[in-house]
Nanobody, 122 residues
Framework: QVQLVESGGGLVQAGGSLRLSCEVS????????IGWFRQAPGKERDFVAA????????NYADSVKGRFIISRDNAKNTVALQMNSATVEDTAVYYC???????????????WGRGTQVTVSS
């Protein structure tokens, strides 16, 4: 039912910015959650940020709070992750996921995109 497609990954210099997008289709409930997760080689898949479809509730991992912004764009069918003040530690494959209810656990998300690589150089 829910389809997710990430885009916007690439190479960015430390201190720079990058904007990721997740195209979403098939969402019915306003409480449905779109989350961003990331996974670096040899590491666990970690929560980054999440937003309810209505946009009224947002959550951020401590490591990105104050630097990243999750939002719905003007088209209302995509969720963006604005990455500011990027650091080398942000390097990972970023995944967009859908689930219900809002949660930070990856196991609670039923649908996943294929991921997009983000590389931050020093």
């Amino acid at each position: 039912q829910v389809q997710l497609v990430e885009s916007g990954g690439g190479l960015v210099q430390a201190g720079g910015s990058l904007r990721l997008s997740c195209e979403v289709s098939g969402v019915i409930s306003s409480t449905y959650t779109i989350g961003w997760f990331r996974q670096a080689p040899g590491k666990e898949r970690d929560f980054v940020a999440a937003i309810t479809w209505s946009g009224n509730t947002k959550n951020y991992a401590d490591s990105v709070k104050g630097r990243f912004i999750i939002s719905r764009d003007n088209a209302k069918n995509t969720v963006a992750l604005q990455m500011n003040s990027a650091t080398v530690e942000d390097t990972a494959v970023y995944y967009c996921a859908g689930g219900n209810p809002v949660d930070r656990r990856s196991s609670k998300y039923n649908y996943w995109g294929r991921g997009t690589q983000v590389t931050v150089s020093s």
